[in-house]
């Protein structure tokens, strides 16, 4: 089946680490995503990991992937204020014919001052 | 280049009545889905076109129906609307058929349902 899940919360001090769980049930997704949504806006795309990999790094951000685990996180480092939107994470499902994107329930970030 | 432009940005229909989405895709993207939002949740697809036929499908009755054309432009249409309908409509497309070539999405156009 397909199932993405997050936590729904986070809150966190500017200029800590962020950490957002992720865990997915596709064991065939080949690509892993991370997607920003600010107030009244689409999604903007943050970072991606292809499954054969256990990280990137992508400036502030880290990607972790636990494949065994199906657990996915991103880490931001030195969060900013600007950083406080909703995270989704999403999985590459469809088989080989068509590809969609099934997405968690998304993160709700935080930041304080 | 341009991104995904999706019109119009609100919109206001009646429970029963007929809408239509619009969406122009980036350049050089020949593949476009569309996703569905409801508050406090994440998308969830509704379907892809490419090609101009409609590649690929997600739980959604036949009364959501959509046309890609030539210029790979995009038309979302939702018949007999429901009150249920009333969410974030979602354009996003992409270079290729699957979504690890990355989709770039469109601000969205917010349908309210009374």
């Known amino acids: 089946g397909e199932d993405v899940e997050q936590s729904l919360f986070l809150s966190v001090r500017e200029g800590d680490s962020s950490v957002i769980n992720c865990t997915y049930t596709?064991?065939?997704?080949?690509?892993l995503y991370w997607y920003k949504q600010e107030p009244g806006a689409g999604l903007q795309l943050l970072t991606y990991?292809?499954?054969?990999?256990d990280m990137k790094q992508d400036q502030r951000l880290t990607v972790l992937l636990n494949k065994k685990d199906k657990h996915l996180s991103l880490r931001i480092a030195d969060t900013q204020t600007g950083d406080s939107a909703i995270y989704f994470c999403?999985?590459?499902?469809?088989?080989?014919?068509?590809?969609?994107?099934?997405f968690g329930q998304g993160t709700i970030l935080t930041v304080h001052p | 280049e341009t991104g995904v432009t999706q019109s119009p940005t609100h919109l206001i229909k009646t429970r029963g009545q007929q809408v239509t989405l619009r969406c122009s895709s980036q350049?050089?993207?020949?593949?476009v889905s569309w996703y569905q939002q409801a508050l406090g949740q994440g998308p969830q697809f509704i379907f892809q076109?490419?090609?101009?036929?409609?590649?690929g499908r997600g739980n959604f009755p036949p009364r959501f129906s959509g046309l890609q054309f030539p210029n790979y432009s995009s038309e979302l249409n939702v018949n007999a609307l429901e009150l249920d309908d009333s969410a974030l409509y979602l354009c996003?497309?992409?270079?290729?058929?699957?979504?690890?070539?990355?989709?770039?999405f469109g601000s969205g156009t917010r349908l309210t349902v009374v």
């Open positions: 996003a497309s992409s270079p290729g058929l699957r979504a690890n070539y990355g989709y770039t």
């Open positions: 999403a999985e590459v499902t469809g088989g080989t014919s068509y590809g969609k994107l099934t």
């Open positions: 596709d064991s065939s997704s080949t690509y």
């Open positions: 350049s050089g993207h020949n593949t």
């Open positions: 990991i292809f499954s054969n990999m």
């Open positions: 076109y490419y090609r101009e036929e409609e590649n």
